[in-house]
């Protein structure tokens, strides 16, 4: 089993910014994928951010030039760095992890966080 801790969110003021971050522990021998997603209410959960192990970086078009997402593969965390935060990234923010339990077996399990709430006041 592997789990996933959250940290970083708040309230913050529109144009401030936020850092959240996200330790991996437990069985894992690789995290192929490491993301965040956010889930506002009423509203479907969305893909923030995500990044691969080589450093490879995805980014949902409305946070594009605001966020910056970032790694630490030996510490097996992710952060998200949030600027220029606006009312509309109001929401519960959850971290993901795809990852590779052992050697022999190339298959993966997606693992989620407990989420953090991030609520930015206009």
């Known amino acids: 089993q592997v789990q996933l801790v959250e940290s970083g969110g708040g309230l913050v003021q529109a144009g401030g910014s936020l850092r959240l971050s996200c330790a991996a522990s437990?069985?894992?021998?690789?995290?192929?994928?490491m993301g965040w997603y956010r889930q506002a209410p009423g509203k479907q959960r969305e893909l923030v951010a995500d990044?691969?192990?080589?450093?490879?970086?995805k980014y949902a078009d409305s946070v594009k030039g605001r966020f910056t997402i970032s790694r630490d593969n030996a510490k097996n965390t992710v952060y998200l760095q949030m600027d220029s935060l606006k009312p509309e990234d109001t929401a519960v923010y959850y971290c993901?992890?795809?990852?590779?339990?052992?050697?022999?077996?190339?298959?993966?399990?997606?693992?989620w966080g407990q989420g953090t709430q991030v609520t930015v006041s206009s």
């Open positions: 993901n992890a795809v990852v590779r339990h052992t050697i022999s077996i190339r298959t993966t399990t997606d693992y």
């Open positions: 437990g069985s894992i021998f690789s995290i192929n994928v």
């Open positions: 990044i691969t192990s080589s450093g490879s970086t």
